[in-house]
């Protein structure tokens, strides 16, 4: 089974903090990917990696930047926190050759006070 | 406009019942199209994949693409109360890396 690990399941920070949120693959997928999911709104794509060191800007990249240094691992970085950065957060990953497929973690409720 | 749009519910139905989910959309690039499952305080997990138009199957589920009326539907019959979730519409074009979701359904099946 695929599966994918963020770092936490909860997370609060206050207004101006940067923030790591971390997701780890253990299917030695290529394609990883951060969401951020609202109400009302769905999933907003804000990052792509299609390879280590390799990134695409999604719908929504302001106020964030990724990292990625092994291909298992994509960070998601909020260089200074705001509030309307408070959301669910989900990484996914999928294989070469196909997005489509894609395998979810289990989310980080992150609240920015 | 979105590009996707799905009925936000929610949709309660009783156990046994066929349930009937759809989204709209309005690119036509579309190719891919995918049905995902969310139960509360997880991440969404693939239930159905199809490409292009046409039916699939998968047990209690079938996935129904009409690429020209730019209308997909999830039926699930024989509806059970493990099946309450939201579940997300999903597609992307080919040769695109980014899938567009829609803002999902919730299902409540009532024993």
């Known amino acids: 089974d695929v599966k994918v690990t963020q770092s936490s399941r909860y997370l609060v920070k206050r207004t101006g903090e940067k923030v790591f949120l971390e997701c780890v693959q253990d299917m030695d997928h290529e394609n990883m990917f951060w969401y951020r999911q609202d109400p009302g709104l769905g999933l907003r794509l804000i990052y792509f990696s299609y390879d280590v060191k390799m990134k695409e800007k999604g719908d929504i990249p302001e106020g964030y930047s990724v990292s990625r240094e092994k291909k298992e691992r994509f960070s998601l970085i909020l260089e200074s926190a705001s509030t309307n950065q408070t959301s669910m957060y989900l990484c996914a990953s999928s294989p070469v050759g196909t997005v489509d497929e894609q395998y979810f973690g289990p989310g980080t409720r992150l609240t920015v006070t | 406009q979105k590009e996707v749009e799905q009925d936000p519910g929610p949709l309660s139905v009783p156990e046994g019942a066929i349930v009937s989910l759809n989204c709209t959309y309005s690119?036509?690039?579309?190719?891919?199209f995918m049905w995902y499952r969310q139960y509360s305080r997880k991440g969404p997990e693939l239930l159905m994949y199809t490409y292009s138009s046409g039916n699939k199957e998968d047990g209690r589920f079938t996935a129904q693409v009409d690429k020209s009326s730019k209308y997909i539907s999830l039926f699930i019959r024989d509806s059970q109360p493990s099946d309450s979730a939201t579940y997300l519409c999903?597609?992307?074009?080919?040769?695109?890396?980014?899938?567009?979701f829609g803002a999902g359904t919730r299902l409540f099946v009532k024993a």
């Open positions: 999903a597609m992307s074009p080919t040769g695109g890396f980014k899938t567009i």
């Open positions: 690119n036509s690039a579309f190719q891919y």
